[in-house]
């Protein structure tokens, strides 16, 4: 079965300190591997994809095939950082789409 | 370059009724799928359509419908309301260019209330 899971419900760090997200998951087979946050009364928007290897606002994600994980990384957190991020995983177009419970992180000056 | 919008933003319903939810995809996209995020978890994948067909369907009753237009507009609907269908629906669009699930574009989504 297709799963997501992210064990922290929320982070909290100080202002520029490391941050590391946590995602793992569960499929047969070779997923895509997607961050997405939704900063306060904002809609969900994609923040990157494993496929695409970029570093965006300053994270980034390695995909471990071996420890089946994707976790979220940022050397150094900023307050506008703040937000709920998700870990969601596709089987490619057409399939199941599935995202993780959710983090939400709070970065505190 | 218009982004996705949903309608209506909120919803109050009674257990047993039928519902329809409406979405306009952002301009060029021929695909949309939708997601039903109940209070506190992520989002759930419902079905996806492209070229006005199904294309890819999650863990939901047949009480949960759809239907694109050839425009590419979309709707939800939901036969049979219960308790449980309470939360925020939310629709996303793309473009597929390859055989990889493309960057999904979220509208800000439909809240549901059913009592």
């Known amino acids: 079965a297709q799963r997501v899971t992210q064990p922290e419900k929320l982070l909290s760090v100080f202002k520029g300190a490391p941050v590391e997200l946590k995602c793992n998951y569960s499929y047969s087979g070779s997923p895509e591997l997607f961050w997405y946050v939704q900063y306060s009364r904002q809609r969900l928007q994609l923040l990157l994809r494993?496929?695409s290897r970029e570093s965006i606002k300053g994270f980034t994600a390695d995909l471990n095939k071996g420890e089946t994980s994707f976790h979220l990384k940022k050397p150094f957190a900023q307050e506008e950082d703040s937000a709920m991020y998700y870990c969601?995983?596709?089987?490619?177009?057409?399939?199941?789409?599935?995202f993780g419970p959710g983090t939400r992180l709070s970065v505190l000056p | 370059e218009t982004g996705v919008t949903q309608s209506p933003t909120h919803l109050i319903k009674t257990r047993g009724q039928q519902v329809t939810l409406r979405c306009s995809s952002q301009?060029?996209?021929?695909?949309v799928s939708w997601y039903q995020q109940a209070l506190g978890q992520g989002p759930q994948f419902i079905f996806q359509?492209?070229?006005?067909?199904?294309?890819g369907r999650g863990n939901f009753p047949p009480r949960f419908s759809g239907l694109q237009f050839p425009n590419y507009s979309s709707e939800l609907n939901v036969n049979a309301l219960e308790l449980d269908d309470s939360a925020l629906y939310l629709c996303?669009?793309?473009?597929?260019?390859?055989?990889?699930?493309?960057?999904?574009?979220f509208g800000p989504g439909t809240r549901l209330l059913v009592l």
């Open positions: 301009s060029g996209h021929n695909t």
């Open positions: 996303a669009s793309s473009f597929p260019t390859s055989g990889y699930q493309e960057t999904q574009y």
């Open positions: 494993h496929i």
């Open positions: 969601a995983l596709s089987g490619g177009y057409g399939q199941n789409f599935v």
């Open positions: 359509y492209y070229r006005e067909e199904e294309n």
